[in-house]
């Protein structure tokens, strides 16, 4: 028969220095995923402008199923480290060092990790993510739910990947560093679930997100080719708008040149119908008096003193430096207080060398909202126009800016790829917009705007549809892993109840359920195991029931012998003190009184040394032998003390019974001879001291046997071969 080797457990230093290499291997491990998580974080898959996700996360998610918090923690700061970088804010840091926390205690608790992140997010990442969002940047409430979304998205993908990796590497991860979690129990409905949900839910978010990142890119490429299509085109018709003025302001000019001044204002009024695109035309001298107008009923409100523009741009720039002019957006006077853009020419009277005054158009600012109609006909679309100065020159309603406002915005750059216009204005809610810039040949400037937000929405419909596969998914989940736990369960169960309670005499029922073939095969392998089992069970038994008789004797011996004396058979001292201790508290409770007597071998050392150790011992159980048979009470207790020393404890009587049975064996030890080799006989005599009082004299044996063994004492100097007693019943 084989032997099986005896394990012995370790050593506290043993365990000790195993524990120390494993330590060591646990940070490495949080070191080596830290890593690999901030690795991949560096490079976040994009879904759209400024949209990404990260997957590196996975990283801690697998440290939490292996690590403590601690170093879970650890893990999920370098992991996180790159996102600083990339998002410019260290609240990440916040969000995931929490998570990281949370799904490691939560893993120690033993819950899954899946659980235990979906927990994290619903109670504490989602609202945390919200007040950051909220305190923090001046994105809308919709920005809000957006991030809201797709950071539990982001969680759920990353989770998921992280527990398929552990399932891929559990073995190897295993072998090399012990988990410092505990092990997970699950039945095989819970195993089903996890399993089916985690699967599940990794292939319908990767899929999605990867057929969303695709109709994304072409989303964005289509928003590109607008914003460029849409910028060119309409720099070319503001171009072309502005250049047939000035083409009809000098024009204008020269035809004014060739005729008389007084018919100016006719020829004026006439030539305005022409150019529609013009809100109202005016003619001042070369003293920078208005002398014409159009429409006529301008002139109306000029004072008769006269309206001079000898400070307007338009005027000192036309007539002095002699060129067609196209002015900045300023507000009107006289004419009106609108906002303004004037287009101005010198005017020649009879071909002479410097100009006699000036023709102006104020172009009708209104019409740019025609030209951004027919030219952009998305209304997705927003539009800005400003002058060399950054006024605003036209702007869509919908931006909320008024006309000659200064145009202020400032440009985001959230990645290396894409910039996003941001309009400063504490109307606009601090929008943001994809945009194109043109500058004019007059150094105007076209701003096409298309809001951020409406790509978000887009993105925003195929999560919530990710999001509602991923609730129906569960429910289906939840009865695809019941419907296959139940399948498999019933066999099983079955098998289970048959193998439990049948005895194999009678043989054992088949499986009435389908059930795999493996299941079949295992279950004819158990009721072979069972009936091996029940054969090894029943010569077991009588083998125990041997072993277990054979045990009790010995057990009997061995107590035998750790109460009592080899040689006399008479109790040994340990005996003689727990015994004491069970009569001194019942002859206590009785009012009783008890003698101790102590007793000893006279000249014992001096018949061991003559006669030899053989006749010692057989006075000593010749002796015991008496002692045994004198007092053979159930109460009294005989026991050798030491050497040639007995001890008797007995309970007292009034009549003396226990001193007289002292004498009685001191007499019949004295008229004892002992035979020596068949030749002579030897007799040996015994000194006695006796100690009687009420059994609460003393709770402690000690303190009789001190009394009894000066009784014994004086005894001995009296002559020895006597009993000396001492009655303290009245004293006590």
């Known amino acids: 028969m084989a032997i099986v080797p005896i394990k012995i457990a370790p050593t506290l230093d043993e365990e000790i220095v195993q524990a120390e290499p494993n330590q060591t291997r646990s940070v490495i491990l949080a070191l080596a995923l830290g890593l690999l998580g901030a690795l991949l974080n560096s490079y976040p898959i994009e879904l759209a402008y400024s949209v990404s996700l990260v997957i590196g996360n996975l990283a801690f998610i697998i440290a939490a199923a292996y690590l403590r918090p601690t170093l879970t923690l650890l893990c999920a700061v370098i992991c996180v480290a790159p996102l600083l970088i990339i998002w410019g804010h260290p609240y990440g840091f916040l969000t995931f060092g929490c998570e990281a926390l949370f799904v ?37 409430q919709e920005y809000l739910v957006f991030s809201l979304f797709k950071q539990s998205i982001n969680a759920v993908f ?138 006529l009923s301008l002139m109306k409100g000029i004072p008769k003193s006269g309206a001079s523009v000898a400070d307007r741009s338009y005027f000192t720039e036309a007539f002095f430096n002699q060129s067609v002019y196209v002015s900045p957006v300023f507000l009107g006077r006289g004419f009106g207080a609108d906002a303004i853009i004037a287009i101005s020419a010198p005017i020649y009277f009879q071909n002479n060398a410097q100009p006699t005054g000036i023709v102006e158009g104020s172009l009708n600012l209104n019409l ?37 406002s200064k145009f202020k915005y400032s440009v985001e750059k959230p990645d290396m790829t894409h910039n996003f216009l941001m309009i400063n204005s504490n109307s606009s809610n601090n929008i943001r917009y994809l945009y194109r810039q043109v500058t004019l040949n007059n150094d105007w400037k076209i701003f096409v705007l298309f809001e951020h937000r409406e790509i978000l929405k887009l993105i925003e419909q195929q999560y919530l549809t990710i999001f509602i596969s991923l609730f129906l998914i569960f429910a289906l989940v939840i009865l695809l892993a019941n419907q296959f736990a139940n399948t498999l369960n019933k066999p099983l169960a079955f098998a289970l109840q048959e193998l439990a309670h049948g005895d194999g005499k009678a043989g054992y029922k088949a499986i009435p359920y389908d059930a795999p073939t493996e299941f079949l095969t295992l279950y004819d392998e158990l009721q072979q195991s069972k009936k091996i089992l029940l054969k090894q069970q029943f010569i077991l038994e009588e083998k125990v029931n041997k072993r277990t008789i054979e045990l009790n004797k010995a057990n009997i011996a061995l107590k035998e012998l750790a109460n009592k004396d080899s040689l006399t058979g008479l109790y040994n001292r340990r005996y003689l003190e727990n015994k004491f201790s069970e009569l001194q508290a019942i002859l206590s409770r009785n009012n009783a009184s008890m003698v101790v007597a102590m007793l000893d071998l006279d000249h014992f050392k001096k018949l061991n040394d003559e006669y030899g150790h053989l006749i010692g011992d057989n006075c000593l159980a010749y002796i015991s032998d008496v002692m045994k048979r004198k007092f053979d009470r159930r109460s009294d207790i005989v026991a050798r003390f030491g050497g040639e020393e007995f001890i008797i404890v007995a309970q007292s009587d009034d009549q003396n019974g226990v001193l007289k049975k002292l004498e009685e064996f001191r007499e019949e030890i004295a008229q004892h001879s002992f035979e020596n080799n068949g030749q002579f006989t030897v007799g040996i005599t015994i000194s006695i001291g006796a100690i009687t009082a009420d059994a609460k004299f003393s709770a402690d044996i000690d303190d009789w046997i001190r009394l009894a063994d000066e009784k014994l004492y004086q005894a001995k100097n009296n002559g020895r071969n006597q009993l000396s007693s001492n009655n303290l019943t009245n004293l006590s």
Not at 379 to 390: F, G, H, K, W, Y
Request: charged residues 15%; contains cysteine.
């Open 104 to 140: 490691s205690y939560m893993r120690s608790r033993g819950r899954y990790l899946t659980t235990a992140d979906f927990l994290y997010w619903l109670i504490i990442g989602m609202p945390m993510t919200a007040a950051i969002i909220w305190l923090n940047t001046t994105e809308s």
């Open 158 to 295: 990353y989770t998921a990947l992280g527990v398929i990796l552990i399932f891929v590497f559990n073995d190897k991860l295993n072998v090399w560093v012990k988990s410092q979690q505990p092990k997970l129990v699950k039945n095989l409905k819970q195993y089903l679930h996890y399993i089916l949900w985690i699967m599940s839910a990794f292939f319908v978010i990767g899929v999605c997100l990867f057929l969303s990142r695709n109709l994304n890119a072409i989303q964005q490429q289509q928003v590109e080719d607008k914003l460029d299509i849409s910028s060119q085109y309409l720099g070319r018709i503001v171009e072309n708008y502005v250049d047939d003025h000035k083409k009809a302001v000098a024009q204008i000019a020269n035809e004014l040149s060739v005729i008389k001044p007084s018919r100016h204002n006719d020829a004026l009024v006439k030539i305005h119908q022409l150019y529609p695109g013009f809100l109202t035309m005016l003619v001042a001298n070369g003293e920078a008096n208005i002398v014409a107008s159009s429409p």
């Open 368 to 404: 740019f909202d025609q030209i951004n109609s027919s030219a952009a006909s998305d209304r997705e679309i927003d539009v800005v126009l400003t002058d060399a100065n950054d006024n605003v020159i036209y702007a869509d309603s919908n931006l909320v800016l008024s006309t000659f």
